[in-house]
């Protein structure tokens, strides 16, 4: 089992083996809960609507469209 160390500022790094294996990317958010005194990174669902792909006419452009507005939203907040 892979062993992380607090760096001065707090973080954490992911080692290369578990983002790869659970496609995590820069950039990607996390939720910390403490579960039965255990700290659980949870993935926050940064796109829910690309569960809408296909379910409206023209899905692909629509779904095209949110994708960009949120990545300059998330660019705005830095």
């Known amino acids: 089992m892979p062993i992380v160390t607090v760096s001065s500022k ?3 790094v992911i080692p290369a083996e578990i983002r790869k294996a659970h496609s995590i990317k820069r950039g990607d958010r996390f939720e910390l809960r403490v579960s039965e ?3 659980v990174l ?5 796109k829910p609507f690309v569960r809408l792909y296909g379910a409206f006419k023209g899905g ?4 095209r469209a ?3 507005e949120h990545a300059r939203e998330i660019e705005k907040e830095g």
């Open 10 to 12: 707090g973080q954490i």
């Open 37 to 39: 005194g255990k700290l």
């Open 42 to 46: 949870v993935p926050l669902d940064e």
């Open 60 to 63: 692909t452009s629509l779904v």
């Open 66 to 68: 949110l994708e960009e």
